[in-house]
C-alpha cells in the first residue's frame, strides 16, 4: 500500500539555524499539507501545496518559513532561522483532492531546537 | 468556524470490553468527519471516515463509528477492545470554508486497554 514518507524521523538544531523538512507524498497524489503538533497540543495546519504553488497557509506560517516541490517526488519544509517554540512533530500529509477525500500522513519528523 | 471537540483527554477500557471514543462536531453545513489513530512514535494513520450515506461507518482494525446529526456526534467505537488498541485517537473535520480542504483536528483521547 502506498504511503507517505518523511525523513529524517528526528532532527536537533541549534537556534537560529536552518532546517529542511523532507517528504515523498503518495505518487498520484495532487495536493500536499504540512502540519505540527507541539507536545500536548493539538495536530495543527501550516500549509497547503497545490499545482506548483501555497493554496492555503495559516497564520502560524511566517516568513520563516517555505516550501518547495523541487523535483516530481519530493515535498520539503524549510525552515529559516529556527526558535525555540519550533520544536514539534511536523507532519506531511497528500491527497488525491476534494472533500470526500483522505489526507494520508507520514510518520512525522521530530524537530528539537535547542 | 467548523470545529470537533473531544471531551476525554483520557478513555480506561478492559480489554474484552467495548470502547467508545466521543466527538462532537460543529459544522456549517454536512460535515466530513474523520478519525485518525496515533501510536507512540508513529504517524497519523486514517481509521475511518463519514461523508455520506450510512451513518454507521465501518473502518480498520474492527473500528466504526457512528454518525448522528441530531446529536452533532461522531463516536468511535469497538465491540472489544485488544491491548494493542491503547494509542492517542483524533477526531477530524474537513473545513469546508479552507480552500485547500485542510482538516481540523479535535485535542485528542488517549485510549488505555487494560489487560
Known amino acids: 500500500e502506498p504511503e507517505v514518507t518523511q525523513t529524517p524521523s528526528h532532527q536537533v538544531t541549534q537556534m537560529g539555524q536552518e532546517v529542511i523538512l523532507r517528504c515523498v507524498p503518495i505518487?498520484?497524489?495532487?495536493?500536499f499539507y504540512w502540519y505540527r503538533q507541539i507536545l500536548g497540543q493539538k495536530v495543527e495546519f501550516l500549509v497547503s501545496f497545490y499545482n506548483n504553488e501555497i493554496s492555503e497557509k495559516s497564520e502560524i506560517f511566517d516568513d520563516q518559513f517555505s516550501v518547495e516541490r523541487p523535483d516530481g517526488s519530493n515535498f520539503t519544509l524549510k525552515i529559516r532561522s529556527t526558535k525555540l517554540e519550533d520544536s514539534a512533530m511536523y507532519f506531511c500529509?497528500?491527497?488525491?483532492?476534494?472533500?470526500?477525500?483522505?489526507?494520508?500522513f507520514g510518520p512525522g519528523t521530530r524537530l528539537t531546537v535547542l | 468556524a467548523q470545529s470537533v471537540a473531544q471531551p476525554e483527554d483520557q478513555v480506561n477500557v478492559a480489554e474484552g470490553n467495548p470502547l467508545t471514543v466521543k466527538c462532537t462536531y460543529s459544522v456549517s453545513g454536512n460535515p466530513y468527519l474523520f478519525w485518525y489513530v496515533q501510536y507512540p512514535n508513529r504517524g497519523l494513520q486514517f481509521l475511518l471516515k463519514y461523508i455520506t450515506g450510512d451513518n454507521l461507518v465501518k473502518g480498520s482494525y474492527g473500528f466504526e463509528a457512528e454518525f448522528n446529526k441530531s446529536q452533532t456526534s461522531f463516536h468511535l467505537k469497538k465491540p472489544s477492545a485488544l491491548v494493542s488498541d491503547s494509542a492517542l485517537y483524533f477526531c477530524?473535520?474537513?473545513?469546508?470554508?479552507?480552500?485547500?480542504?485542510?482538516?481540523?483536528f479535535g485535542s485528542g483521547t488517549r485510549l488505555s486497554i487494560r489487560p
Open positions: 477530524a473535520v474537513r473545513d469546508l470554508y479552507s480552500s485547500a480542504s485542510k482538516i481540523i
Open positions: 505518487s498520484n497524489h495532487l495536493y
Open positions: 500529509a497528500s491527497t488525491d483532492g476534494g472533500l470526500a477525500d483522505t489526507q494520508y
